[in-house]
């Protein structure tokens, strides 16, 4: 068993939509839950960052953690097409980050 | 602030040569650089972590003597593919993690370089 999973889809959806992203884990370890955006042949830029259970927001980007299941999960409202792109969960846990294999996006003008 | 770059963004080259990629942090001193490689449609995989002056660590499976890390500055990382062959192919992504403010606490990725190996 893989200590990330993440669908690597691709999902498709249209302008103005919600986009609900998610990856599993089983290493209690992790501490630290991380979302990237990483555009076709670009590196990862860094979207949120959560270190307790429970939702934080950003603009249209909300993330979940629930760590009693082991589940997180990264919300987009109002999806754009600019959002287009390859959503890479992470989580670390001491020094080493662990990257799900990404779940690429397609936002339908 | 907090970029790093990464030269070449891309490079071909025969079967048999050795490629140097460089990997910059620009407006932040680096103590821990990592080396990714992603092959197409999968997840970053860690090949090594470097901190400046010394020797790298590598993930188990990944040959020292063929990917060749130096950490000679707090600001520069490089990694060398030694006689390349087709299967070395991929996308190689640094990153860096720096020493104070926030580049402290995060993870800066290069722009990623695309290695082809005819």
């Known amino acids: 068993q893989k200590e990330v999973e993440q669908d690597p889809g691709p999902l498709s959806v249209p302008e103005g939509a919600i986009v609900s992203l998610n990856c599993t884990y089983s290493?209690?370890?992790?501490?630290?839950f991380m979302w990237y955006r990483q555009y076709s042949r670009k590196g990862p830029e860094l979207l949120m960052y959560t270190y307790s259970s429970g939702n934080k927001e950003d603009g249209r980007f909300t993330a979940q953690v629930d760590k009693s299941s082991k589940y997180i999960s990264l919300f987009i409202r109002d999806s754009q097409p600019s959002d287009s792109a390859t959503y890479l969960c992470?989580?670390?846990?001491?020094?080493?980050?662990?990257f799900g294999a990404g779940t690429r996006l397609f936002v339908k003008a | 602030g907090a970029v790093v770059s990464q030269h070449p963004s891309w490079v071909i080259c025969k079967s048999g040569t050795s490629v140097k990629i460089e990997c910059r942090s620009l407006d932040f001193q680096a103590t821990t650089m990592f080396w990714y490689r992603q092959f197409p449609k999968q997840s970053l995989m860690l090949m090594a972590t470097s901190n400046e002056g010394s020797k790298a660590t590598y993930e188990q499976g990944v040959e020292k003597d063929k990917f060749l890390i130096n950490h000679a500055s707090l600001t520069l990382s490089t990694l060398t593919v030694t006689s390349a062959h087709p299967e070395d192919s991929s996308f190689y992504i640094c990153?860096?993690?720096?020493?104070?403010?926030?580049?402290?606490?995060?993870?800066?990725f290069g722009p990623g370089t695309r290695l082809t190996v005819l």
């Open positions: 290493n209690s370890a992790f501490q630290y």
């Open positions: 990153s860096a993690i720096g020493t104070s403010g926030r580049a402290s606490n995060e993870q800066f």
């Open positions: 992470a989580m670390q846990g001491g020094f080493k980050t662990i």
